[in-house]
C-alpha cells in the first residue's frame, strides 16, 4: 500500500484530501498537535475502510516533526506522498498579522518558522528515500496570498511567498528524478459562510487538486479559485 503523510491533518483540508487518497489505495499518516483530534480523525477514516494512524508533533519543534514523519515511516514501511498544510485554527502564541509597513522581525519569525521551515524539515525527512526510490510527490499548500499578496497579510503572505518561491525551485531540481513537488495556492475561503464578497469552497471540492497533481506530476502549481 502507498503512503500519504498530511502535516496539519485537521477535520477540514486534512480529511477531505485523506479520504480522496484513501478511497485510491494509500494508507494515510496523520501529524498534528493534538493526538485527541488525531485519533478522532483515524477513528472517522477507518469506519469508511481508510487504514490511518496518529502521529502527533508540533511544526515549530522541528525534532518532533522529524521524529514524528520517521514514525510513520516505520509504521507504513515508508512515505509516498507528502502533502504539508498546517493552519492555525485557534490563536497561536506570537502569531500576529501585519501590513507590509508594520512588518517587524519578531512578527515575521513565527511565521517563517510555521511556514517555511516546518516544509523544509518534512521534507528532508522524506526527500532521501524517495529519491533512492526514484519516485514521490511532494505537495505544499498556502493561501492566495502567496501569489497575490494583500496588505493586512504582510507578514503571512511573505513567509508563504518565501515557501512558494522554495518548492518551485525544488520542482526545478527534481525534474527527471520521478520525485516531483507541487505548491496548491487555495484563492477562497475555505468552508461555508465566508466574508462577503469573497469566493467560498468546500475541502471535499478543492481536495481533487492533490490527486491531480499527484497522477500528472509535470505541474509545479496549481491556483484553486472556487
Not at 6 to 23: E, H, N, P, Q, Y
Request: net charge negative.
Amino acid at each position: 500500500m502507498p503512503t500519504l503523510a498530511i502535516v496539519g491533518a485537521g477535520s477540514g483540508m486534512g480529511l477531505a484530501i485523506a479520504r480522496t487518497f484513501g478511497k485510491r489505495g494509500f494508507d494515510v499518516a496523520l501529524i498534528a498537535r493534538t493526538k485527541e483530534k488525531l485519533d478522532a480523525l483515524v477513528a472517522q477514516l477507518g469506519q469508511e475502510g481508510i487504514t490511518a494512524a496518529a502521529f502527533p508533533a508540533d511544526v515549530l519543534d522541528r525534532a518532533s516533526l522529524t521524529a514524528a514523519l520517521d514514525a510513520a515511516k516505520a509504521r507504513f514501511g515508508g512515505i509516498d506522498v507528502l502533502e504539508y498544510s498546517p493552519a492555525p485554527h485557534s490563536p497561536v502564541p506570537g502569531f500576529t498579522t501585519a501590513t507590509p509597513s508594520e512588518v517587524t522581525v519578531e512578527n515575521l519569525q513565527p511565521l517563517i518558522e510555521y511556514l517555511f521551515y516546518g516544509a523544509v524539515t518534512a521534507a528532508r525527512t522524506v526527500l532521501p528515500a524517495m529519491r533512492e526510490a526514484g519516485a514521490g510527490t511532494l505537495l505544499f499548500t498556502t493561501g492566495g496570498g502567496s501569489i497575490h499578496p494583500v496588505p493586512m497579510f504582510g507578514n503571512v503572505n511573505a513567509a508563504a511567498g518565501a515557501l512558494r518561491n522554495w518548492v518551485l525551485n525544488l520542482h526545478n531540481e527534481l525534474a527527471g528524478s520521478g520525485v516531483s513537488a507541487a505548491h496548491v495556492a487555495i484563492n477562497t475561503w475555505i468552508g461555508e459562510g465566508g466574508p462577503e464578497g469573497i469566493p467560498a469552497a468546500t475541502p471535499e471540492q478543492i481536495a481533487p487538486l492533490y490527486w491531480d497533481l499527484y497522477e500528472r506530476r509535470d505541474q509545479s502549481e496549481l491556483v484553486f479559485n472556487g
